[in-house]
């Protein structure tokens, strides 16, 4: 609470903090081995050594779809 004289007036001023949750990802990610029954598909994208990839998504109709990144 922090008062104020401004021209013979009092003002009274408070401040209120309201602290929004952070949104947090906590599932770690799944690594597995493709079983012999998996369709794969390959791709090959040439990058600069200094690039980096910062997101992948991949649909297939609702169905799972595994990305892997070999470097």
């Not at 009092?10 to 369709?39: R, W």
């Not at 649909?59 to 779809?65: A, E, L, N, P």
Request: glycine share 6%; with cysteine; charged share 10%.
């Amino acid at each position: 609470m922090k008062r104020l004289v401004h021209h013979n007036y009092v003002i009274t001023i408070s401040a209120i903090g309201i602290l929004l949750p952070l949104s947090v990802q906590t599932a770690a990610p799944v690594f597995s081995k493709p079983s012999s029954g998996d369709q794969q598909t390959s791709c090959f994208e040439n990058i600069a050594s200094s690039s980096s990839i910062y997101r992948v998504s991949a649909s297939d109709g609702g169905d799972t779809v595994t990305v892997a990144i070999h470097s």
